[in-house]
């Protein structure tokens, strides 16, 4: 099925380094989203996308929907040790299934 | 305002079994979604219901099944359970095509 390619699939930096994580796609999206899901818990979402080449911020977070519609990139700047957990992107085609599909995830561990 | 609501949190299982997973979306959005999330893995669709009516599913058995209700709630049932049906069950639900919002999801284990 439609699958989105997450990268990396885990990440471990020192407190207060900048992460950066995307996402790229065979195929066009309408819309990114950015969630982040804690242990035991449903994905909470950070960011939405809804327009090719936009860039979004949420606090110390940054997100961009990438000019072709198939990729997105977030950001995090200056890493806290509540940022740990799994940040997924997710795409959101309009058309026909309208579902949303998920990437692998990207499972981040800060060392303080 | 109330979240998505599952119930319930937790459930054990034996094989063979059947389950029924439970879903309040947040009030005045029509659309609910169910995935899947097994174990270190990620989200993998399962049911899309909108105005009472499945609109989608996922490449998942005919033994899951699920229904939508007039107040918007949903059940998620899975009949004839698999070791391989542990998971983390999520619910969703949207206003529109935008920004869905999860629940904490109901934790399903198959023993």
């Known amino acids: 099925g439609q699958q989105l390619n997450q990268s990396p699939q885990s990440m471990f930096i020192q407190e207060g380094e900048d992460v950066s994580m995307n996402c790229t796609s065979s195929?066009?999206?309408?819309?990114w989203l950015w969630y982040k899901q804690d242990p035991g818990e449903g994905p909470v979402l950070l960011i939405a996308l809804y327009k090719a080449g936009e860039l979004t911020s949420n606090g110390r977070l940054t997100a961009q929907f990438g000019i072709t519609r198939k990729d997105s990139f977030l950001n995090i700047s200056a890493s806290i040790p509540s940022d740990v957990g799994i940040y997924f992107c997710?795409?959101?085609?309009?058309?026909?299934?309208?579902?949303?599909?998920f990437g692998q995830g990207t499972r981040l561990t800060i060392n303080p | 305002e109330a979240g998505v609501t599952q119930s319930p949190t937790h459930l054990i299982k034996t094989r063979g079994q059947q389950v029924t997973l439970r879903c309040s979306p947040i009030s005045g959005h029509t659309s609910v979604y169910w995935y899947q999330q097994a174990l270190g893995l990620g989200l993998q669709f399962l049911l899309w219901y909108d105005e009472g009516e499945e609109r989608n599913r996922g490449n998942f058995p005919p033994r899951f099944s699920g229904r939508q209700f007039p107040n918007y709630s949903s059940e998620l049932n899975v009949n004839a359970l698999e070791l391989e049906d542990s998971a983390l069950y999520l619910c969703?639900?949207?206003?529109?095509?935008?920004?869905?919002?999860f629940g904490s999801g109901t934790r399903l284990t198959v023993v």
């Open positions: 195929s066009i999206f309408n819309t």
């Open positions: 969703a639900s949207s206003p529109s095509n935008y920004g869905y919002t």
């Open positions: 997710a795409g959101l085609r309009i058309q026909g299934a309208q579902k949303l599909v």
